[in-house]
């Protein structure tokens, strides 16, 4: 099995108002060393051995995982994964 590990992040320069409300809150609680926070989102997938994993995940991000107007994306591979 192969297991994918996807960031995915906004672009810089795209307001990220829940960004805010984290560094706001940090700031809130005594962390006014923060002066600034970009919530992204973390998936795992896990593929079977065999498929052209490159290809495959391009293709999902692409169509449903990130909005590739406002949103970056990397990921890494992991080959030979138990589950």
Known sequence: MIKVKIHITLKPGVLD???KAVQESLNTLGYEQVLNA???KYMELTLEEGTDVDQ???EMCA???ANPVIEDY???VEEGVTQ
């Open 63 to 65: 169509k449903l995982l």
């Open 56 to 58: 495959q995940v391009e």
């Open 38 to 40: 970009r919530v992204g």
């Open 74 to 76: 990397e990921y890494t």
């Open 17 to 19: 108002p829940q960004g």
